[in-house]
């Protein structure tokens, strides 16, 4: 999200890093200036990545109109980034009952393996389209004429194993600090923050190089080691 001089506006939206701009092809990010770029998380939080990974854990929601202007510039992002960047999402309902059953929908889309099909275009149906995409019945409805199986859908949708997603991410939201979204948080340290999602983006790279950056420094040299 925005920093909090929008939040008032913007009410969706979560603090993220600021960058300066038209830096060289190929340089190294600067150093992230805490409370300027990123906010450091008073307890680290453990990633869901294997080791030599760097978790980019966004926290959104397919309601947010914000998210969904934020999602194909993330996308696009992500496929710039090295091997060792992961990202990882977790959806939340910030308190509204809308909300709550996107969340239950993304996860059922995770389970019966038609996210990759309908994630943009679910944003594409609520926010373009404007379809009431906000219960059990027209979800279902809309995930079976647009290619994926409603039966499914809705045996995911009500699982117990839906309902728990849907219920942690809402905690995980509280125990990150999150105050809006979309939200990043690097390596489960860095909140970033910014005043625009391109800069929320530039920040994050300037997070991730300062967390391999760490991470070289605490690998014992090969020389050392002999």
Known sequence: MFRRTLAS????LLAVLAVAAGAPAGAQPAPPVATQDYRLLAVPQPT???????EVLEFFSYGCPHCNEF???LNAWLIKQPKDVVLRREALSLGREAWVN????????????????????LFHALHEEHLPLFDEQHLAEWVGKHGGDAGNFTAAYVSFGVNNQTVQADAMAQTYTVEGIPALIIDG???VLGDSHEQML????KAIAAVRSAAKARTPRADKAK
């Open 71 to 73: 999602y194909p510039l």
């Open 9 to 12: 506006r913007l009410p969706c």
């Open 189 to 191: 340290r860095y909140l």
């Open 202 to 205: 530039a920040n994050a790279d």
């Open 102 to 121: 996107l969340a239950r929908a993304y996860y059922a889309l995770k389970v019966t393996g038609d996210l990759p099909k309908l994630d943009a275009a």
């Open 48 to 54: 869901a990545t294997g080791p030599g990974k760097i």
